[in-house]
């Protein structure tokens, strides 16, 4: 008696049995395809395997995601649920199909597809023009978390928003969710920036931070605005401290201390700039030490500034910090 064909569920992986391997396997599409908002940006795509899929012998089967919104998204998941971080303001489309995982030779399927429309909304109520940045600050709270990180995030008003629309901004981080209670205002009384003093954001994180700001007026309905940003480019690193100066003869020595953060010692670079206020001498440097040794000419006086980011093998690039408040290596001097 021949087998039966059987199938097998692993994890979230199909595998697929039989005694032999048809000429020719169709996969097909995937179904019961939803997607569905699970927080704030963020949505929750579900599928099943397709209950007439051919049953043959040790094929398994993937899943290929296209979503496409604000910016797009493309991979691959042996998994038939996918959480995902999405601008939702303009709407999302996605589209999955049935891949083999592991034998190229063999077609996928066709596409199956789900739709969130835009929110409701007026055109042109939306904020506009949204920037938001991070700051790490030293904290007492406990030695298991000694720095805070404070976010600041501003934006205008719709060209078309009421003049009583009222703004109000809340961001996600991982798990937490929060909504500003400290704003300023323009000319109208209209929200347009936030002040979060301390938040759940981690110092060290690589995660994105989402931020919504929606709105409400009597006159029209506000439409909100979701934006999407990566940590490394909106921290403002702080400047390195206790930055000292000397001049001994020739030999100048400038020495400083690491920035306040949650990072290491270790995941610095700096650079260094000297100006010699009499001859007009300039000089940049950059090291991944704390400090720097140079001969200069004991016939000017300088000032000196000193400025961070974190390295790349830490995290990737991003932004220096401001400059130090200058010191000076003998009498003051100013650029």
């Not at 040790?58 to 691959?76: M, P, Q, S």
């Not at 720095?147 to 961001?171: K, R």
Request: charged share 20%; hydrophobic share 35%.
């Amino acid at each position: 008696m021949a087998p039966t064909p059987l199938l097998i569920l692993l994890g979230t992986t199909v595998i697929l049995q039989a005694d032999s391997l048809p000429e020719k396997l169709l996969l097909l599409p995937p179904v019961n395809f939803t997607m569905k908002v699970a927080g704030l940006a963020q949505v929750l795509l579900r599928w099943e395997p397709n209950p007439d899929q051919q049953q043959e012998r040790n094929i398994k089967l993937g899943y290929h995601v296209k979503i496409r919104a604000l910016e797009d998204d493309d991979y691959e998941t042996k998994n038939t649920h996918s959480k995902r971080m999405i601008a939702l303001h303009r709407g999302v489309s996605a589209s999955v199909r049935t891949i083999p995982w592991e034998d190229g030779s063999l077609p996928a399927s066709s596409w199956v597809s789900a739709e969130l429309r835009p929110p409701a909304g007026s055109p042109g109520t939306s904020a506009v023009n949204l920037t938001c940045a991070t700051n790490t600050v030293a904290s007492n709270l406990t030695r298991s978390k000694p720095y805070q990180v404070s976010l600041h995030c501003s934006w205008a008003a719709g060209q078309e928003a009421p003049e009583d629309t009222q703004y109000v901004l809340s961001y996600r981080y991982d798990t937490h969710t929060e909504e500003c209670q400290e704003y300023s205002q323009d000319s109208l009384s209209r929200n347009t920036a936030c002040w979060f003093p301390r938040t759940f954001i981690d110092g060290k994180g690589r995660d994105m931070l989402a931020v919504r700001v929606s709105g409400r007026s009597q006159r029209a309905a506000i439409r909100p605005h979701d934006q999407l940003f990566a940590l490394y480019a909106i921290d403002r690193v702080n400047p390195p401290g206790d930055v000292t100066a000397e001049i001994d003869g020739t030999h100048l020595s400038v020495r400083w201390g690491k920035p306040v953060s949650a990072f290491p010692a270790h995941c610095f670079k700096y650079e260094v700039k000297i100006h010699g206020t009499r001859n007009g001498y300039c000089q940049r440097e950059t090291m991944t030490t704390n400090e720097y040794n140079s001969t200069v000419s004991d016939a000017s006086k300088y000032c000196i500034e000193v400025r961070a980011a974190v390295s790349s093998g830490c995290r990737q690039d991003g932004p220096w910090s401001a400059w130090s408040r200058p010191v000076y290596a003998g009498e003051c001097c100013t650029f």
